[in-house]
């Protein structure tokens, strides 16, 4: 409980700011949302992540690319049957592969390039993909009954903190690193991580509250 209420969304936040800073084009049309829609404030409240439609879409698109735990809670199969042309017995224990289905040539467009637009572009062409169980192409958070119980939770936590960050400070990479060759290998653990520490110059916008 522990490592799913913390660990998958600090892994989710590590990844979208390191695709933010390995894509500028992004990092500052989020940025602009999230200024807009707050300026005149001194904090992001949890009133105002309603208006971020852009940058729920940096968070789905990140989701997308780097699932936290790749391969879902084991699942047993509870009668033989088949799929896909494939025998699955009774008893057999059953992984499934979010990583491999969201990166899926045949369900997405580019699918190894960070473009929070699809989104966008699905909700326009009237359909909308969403992470919520019924978008069998797009499942960080499992579907069914069985999945995971803490995804309103771990999501607000999220957009809470990508939108401060992205409120309070302006971003950028130390001097030498280059945006397009960022390091985003990944290591496997309890979730998939990047593999090196990600370096990033805070220069305070807009000073954060004292508590």
């Excluded at 391969?71 to 025998?87: E, F, H, I, N």
């Excluded at 997405?108 to 960070?114: A, I, N, Q, T, V």
């Excluded at 978008?135 to 939108?163: K, N, Q, V």
Aim: proline letters at 6%.
């Amino acid at each position: 409980m522990f490592a799913a209420g913390s660990e998958t969304a600090t892994t989710a936040l590590q990844w979208m700011m390191a695709e933010l800073m390995r894509n500028p084009r992004v990092r500052h049309k989020a940025q602009e949302e999230v200024r807009r829609a707050l300026a005149g404030h001194r904090e992001v409240s949890e009133d105002s992540l309603g208006n971020l439609h852009y940058l729920h879409m940096v968070i789905k698109e990140t989701l997308r690319l780097h699932v936290p735990g790749p391969l879902l809670t084991l699942r047993q199969c509870r009668s033989a049957c088949q799929v896909l042309g494939y025998d699955v017995p009774e008893g057999a224990t059953v992984l499934v592969n979010a990583w491999a289905i969201a990166r899926d040539p045949a369900h997405w467009e580019s699918p190894e390039e960070f473009v929070p637009e699809r989104f966008e572009q699905d909700q326009q062409q009237g359909g909308g993909r969403d992470f919520k169980g019924t978008d069998f192409e797009f499942i960080p958070f499992g579907s069914g009954r069985r999945m995971c119980p803490g995804m309103t939770f771990g999501l607000a936590h999220i957009e809470l903190a990508l939108a401060a960050l992205l409120f309070h400070f302006d971003l950028e990479l130390p001097g030498g690193v280059d945006a397009a060759g960022l390091d985003m290998t990944e290591e496997a653990g309890i979730t998939t991580r990047r593999k090196s520490d990600l370096l990033v110059l805070a220069t305070t916008r807009v000073p954060v509250p004292a508590k």
